[in-house]
C-alpha cells in the first residue's frame, strides 16, 4: 500500500472484528512510528497500549463512571472551546448525524446516543486501545507533535492491513486510564486509539466524513 492509498483509505472504524493483533504487529507499527516528525526532534510522546484484562478493567471502570454521571468536561481539560463558531460546529453536527442516521439514532433519543457513545470505551470492540500522552509542562508546538505522530500510527497501521479510531471521548473519565496503565501525574492524556481489523459487514463503518473543497482552505501566494 503506497501512501496516497493509505491516506485515502483510513477512516475512524467504529466496529471492529475480535481478530487478535500480536503484540508483535503492535512493536513493528510503534517502531515506523518513531519516525514521526517533531519540532527540533523533541519526540514529546508517550503511548500507552493495553490489550486483554488490562483493557477490559478499563472499560469496565469508565461505563460505571459513565452509568454514575460522572464525566469530565473537556472546557475543563481546556480540550475543546466551550463554544464552537458556525463552520467547526456544523462539521461536527454533520459527522455526528450522518452516523447517528445509518444507525437508526433519532434526534431526541438521548438513550440511543448515550448508547452509542458508550461504545467509545469499549474501544469500539477492537482489540488492542493506545493511549498517548505529553509531558504536562510543554506546550502548543509538542501537542501539535503528538497529534502528528497520532497521525502517523493511524497511516502506518493501514500499512498492516489495520484500522484505528482516534478517540477524544477518553478525556472525560482519565483516572481509570492513569490507574490500570500507570501513567504518571506528570504527563497529559492527548488522545485514545482503538487498533484493530474492521468489521466490513459493520453499517456505521460505510460512513466516510465530508472534506471541505480544497479551494476552499488553500490560500496561496506568489505563484505564476
Known sequence: MDVFEAI????????????PVEKETVEKLLEVCQRAPSG??????????????VRQAITDDVLALAAAGNAGKYEDYNYYPPVWNDDHR??????????????????????GS????????????APVGLFITVD?????????????????MMLAARGFGLHTCPQ?????FQEPVYRHLGIPEDQSLVT?????????????NTLVSDREDMADIAHFRGFD
Open 136 to 152: 504536562s509542562y510543554l506546550a502548543l508546538g509538542n501537542w501539535a507533535d503528538a497529534g502528528m505522530y497520532a497521525q502517523t
Open 168 to 172: 477524544a471521548a477518553w478525556i472525560q
Open 114 to 125: 448515550a448508547r452509542q457513545g458508550a461504545r467509545n470505551f469499549k474501544f469500539f470492540d
Open 192 to 204: 485514545g486509539m482503538c487498533l484493530g481489523y474492521a468489521d466490513e459487514t459493520a453499517i456505521e
Open 40 to 53: 527540533t526532534n523533541t519526540q514529546p510522546w508517550h503511548v500507552y497500549v493495553c490489550a486483554g484484562a
Open 8 to 19: 485515502e483509505t483510513r477512516k475512524s472504524i467504529r466496529a471492529f472484528t475480535d481478530q
Open 90 to 111: 456544523d462539521r461536527r453536527r454533520g459527522v455526528g448525524w450522518g452516523l447517528y442516521g445509518l444507525l437508526g439514532i433519532k434526534k431526541g433519543d438521548r438513550e
